[in-house]
């Protein structure tokens, strides 16, 4: 797609003027900055729920990568934003650089999906498992780069049974034992994918508000499901957490949500909105200071973690602690911008709503030639 003036020119004087999105509705402006090169196909009543969701981001980087994704809205060069996709081909996923995000979090796995690694003095916590393929290409190497063992895995929490997020968990389950954190029993028997061969002696069991203490780590689990089990009434897998951290040795608390994407039927959708209302009582009670997703491309993780090496590298061109983006931890949002996070996935959940019941496609816009 091209670039154009007028788009840019309006970006500038939005941002100049301190103009809010939804304050210039009805300019032509407007309209472009939402379209760009491409033919809206979102009503006026659409447009206007997609404006809260860009109110909600603001011009917050991180939140407004969030908001593009989630929304499928289009980025500075008017390019759509949606997510990778899952590819269930070997070798599409590439590792990321491993790196030590907080006191007792690393981050091991890709460039589109986690392990991230819990450290609790008596033992290691794994987030999320990447593909099958990944345990031996991407989780492993990345685990020892960081001096951590394997075999110190003893749980793994699968936010849901994508092969994304499952795929590898038979792998650690297998070689060292690890017990793996569900919402639900998923027995093993040969016509399940690989990622779903987990018999119930090696799986743990959570629900709303239940708990897994591991060494000095508590984590509070809470099932939000996306979407309808094949027989359209019983909710699905997933669970979010929120596990604490430590900064310099203070304590933080870090949410993440188990279902980033939005997918299936409208019912689907009002299913993923009712988990996110619950899941926000929870933020409210427990106040989380830091959202992070399992995928790192949902929130610009990877530009944060390559400030966090940056700054980490005295010896560097950049100079270490002295520059200013080296204050505080890139990670730590505050608790208003924490709970903005997950209002912006839910905004955009009303959006991609919208859309399915008018009959477009999820982006709202048609490509041009």
Same mark, same amino acid.
Request: aromatic letters at 8%.
């Given at each position: ?154 749980? #793994?929490? /699968?936010?849901?049974? =994508?092969?994304? %997020?499952?795929? &590898? ?7 060292? *034992? $690890? ?63 929120? #596990?604490? /951290?430590?900064?310099? =040795?203070?304590? %933080?608390?870090? &949410? ?7 997918? *299936? $039927? ?65 990670? /730590? ?37």
């Amino acid at each position: 797609m091209k670039k154009k003036t007028l788009g840019l020119l309006a970006v500038s004087l939005c941002l100049s003027w301190g103009f809010s999105m939804s304050a210039v509705a009805q300019d032509p402006a407007k309209i472009w900055l939402r379209q760009g090169p491409n033919k809206l196909l979102d009503s006026d009543a659409i447009m206007a729920k997609m404006d809260m969701a860009r109110d909600l981001a603001g011009y917050d980087y991180y939140l407004s990568t969030l908001q593009r994704l989630q929304c499928q809205d289009i980025d500075e060069t008017y390019t759509i934003v949606q997510t990778p996709g899952v590819n269930m081909g070997a070798w599409k996923e590439v590792p990321a650089e491993p790196t030590q995000v907080f006191d007792n979090v690393y981050y091991v796995g890709g460039m589109e999906v986690g392990g991230w690694i819990i450290d609790t003095g008596e033992g290691l916590i794994m987030l999320d498992s990447s593909y099958e393929y990944g345990a031996t290409t991407i989780l492993e190497p990345n685990i020892a780069a960081l001096g951590l063992n394997p075999a110190d895995i003893k749980y #793994i929490l /699968v936010t849901h049974a =994508g092969p994304d %997020h499952f795929g &590898a968990v038979m792998h650690f389950v297998d070689n060292y *034992g $690890t017990k793996v954190v569900f919402n639900r029993q998923l027995a093993g028997g040969p016509a399940n994918p690989p990622w779903l061969q987990v018999v119930p002696e090696d799986m743990v069991i959570m629900g709303d508000g239940d708990k897994l203490t591991l060494g000095n780590t508590t984590i509070t689990a809470v099932h939000t499901p996306r979407s309808y089990n094949a027989d359209g009434i019983t909710p699905g897998d997933g669970l979010s957490y929120f #596990i604490p /951290v430590k900064i310099n =040795g203070k304590r %933080h608390l870090w &949410a993440t949500y188990g279902n980033t994407g939005l997918v *299936g $039927t409208v019912a689907d959708k009002v299913l993923y909105r009712e988990s996110m209302a619950k899941w926000l009582k929870y933020v409210d009670a427990l106040k989380p200071d830091i959202a992070i997703s399992s995928h790192p491309f949902v929130d610009a993780s990877l530009d944060r973690m390559e400030i966090i090496r940056e700054c980490n590298d005295r010896r560097g061109q950049h100079k270490g602690w002295n520059k200013q983006e080296c204050s505080r931890n890139p990670f /730590v949002i505050g608790r208003k911008a924490a709970r903005r996070y997950f209002e912006i996935m839910d905004q955009c959940a009303v959006v991609q709503t919208m859309r399915q019941e008018a009959g477009i496609n999820s982006t709202g816009l048609e490509e041009l030639p």
